[in-house]
Nanobody, 124 residues
Framework: QVQLLESGGGLVQAGGSLRLSCAAS????????MAWFRQAPGKEREFVAV????????RYAGSVEGRFTAFRDNAKNTLYLQMNSLKPEDTAVYYC?????????????????WGQGTQVTVSS
């Protein structure tokens, strides 16, 4: 079983930055694709970014590309999301997800394991 623990959320003004972290309790993290999703009030959970376990290729949602950077440190079993130029519409609960695969998936139904989420609020 994989346990994921997010941290780093908070309140920030528009234009500011935050870095989220997701610590994974797993023996062989290089076998897992890890991703970020977010869910705003009243909306579906949506894909934000994913990082392959090997090669570290990334894919982003169009709404965050150029502003957010996802990366992972396999030695620390940790996934990160650096969020710059934040906008009020980025306000959401951000979730870390993992799947035992080396393939990139961008739909939430493909992921087996989820963290509890961390709240990000961007004020205008």
């Amino acid at each position: 079983q994989v346990q994921l623990l997010e941290s780093g959320g908070g309140l920030v003004q528009a234009g500011g930055s935050l870095r989220l972290s997701c610590a994974a309790s797993v023996r062989n993290v290089t076998s897992y694709a890890m991703a970020w999703f977010r869910q705003a009030p009243g909306k579906e959970r949506e894909f934000v970014a994913v990082v392959r376990p090997i090669g570290l290729n990334t894919r982003y949602a169009g709404s965050v590309e150029g502003r957010f950077t996802a990366f992972r440190d396999n030695a620390k079993n940790t996934l990160y999301l650096q969020m710059n130029s934040l906008k009020p519409e980025d306000t959401a609960v951000y979730y870390c997800a993992a799947r035992h695969t080396t393939i990139i998936y961008t739909t939430k139904d493909e992921y087996e394991f989820w963290g509890q989420g961390t709240q990000v609020t961007v004020s205008s």
